[in-house]
């Protein structure tokens, strides 16, 4: 069985990026290719134990969005599915946690935020190109504790 390097240094950096940017406050490790990083903590949809995410955020107009492009994979990522099944999620950001709501874009909102989210980032446009999927776009909204 052959190993993929690639996936495993992804795996290794999911449970290493988040233990990081919780003991420095977000100091280090809070920002990948000029956007914030966030942790987002999702249920399983499956198991119902916590997973948890890091994640780039785009931040625009008062508003928190996250991309669930998985680079362009045709499949949708699991923390994705996962807010799907349960939108209460956490989120972990610049040393602070807040309960939040994860609101999924309806296509008409998803358009019209779309050029904001390929300014920030270039990348999402080329992950875009790369499936036969609409990457969904999610906003994330605070709710009470």
């Avoid at 100091?27 to 119902?48: F, I, N, Q, S, W």
Wanted: proline share 7%; no cysteine; aromatic share 6%.
């Amino acid at each position: 069985m052959a190993i993929d390097v690639k996936e495993e240094l992804f795996k290794a950096s999911k449970l290493i990026h988040p233990l990081i940017l919780r003991l420095s406050g977000g100091r280090v490790g809070g920002r990948v290719a000029g956007m914030p990083v966030l942790v987002l903590t999702t249920t399983g949809r499956k198991t119902g134990r916590l997973r948890r995410a890091p994640l780039t955020a785009i931040e625009a107009d008062g508003h928190t969005y996250v991309v669930a492009s998985k680079g362009g994979d045709e499949r949708h990522p699991a923390w994705y599915l996962n807010l799907v099944a349960n939108p209460d999620v956490t989120v972990e950001r610049a040393g602070r946690s807040e309960p939040m709501r994860a609101r999924v874009l309806s296509p008409e909102e998803r358009a019209a935020v779309w050029p904001v989210v390929t300014r920030t980032f270039r990348g999402y446009a080329a992950y875009q190109k790369k499936t036969e999927r609409e990457i969904p776009v999610v906003e994330l909204v605070a709710r009470p504790a």
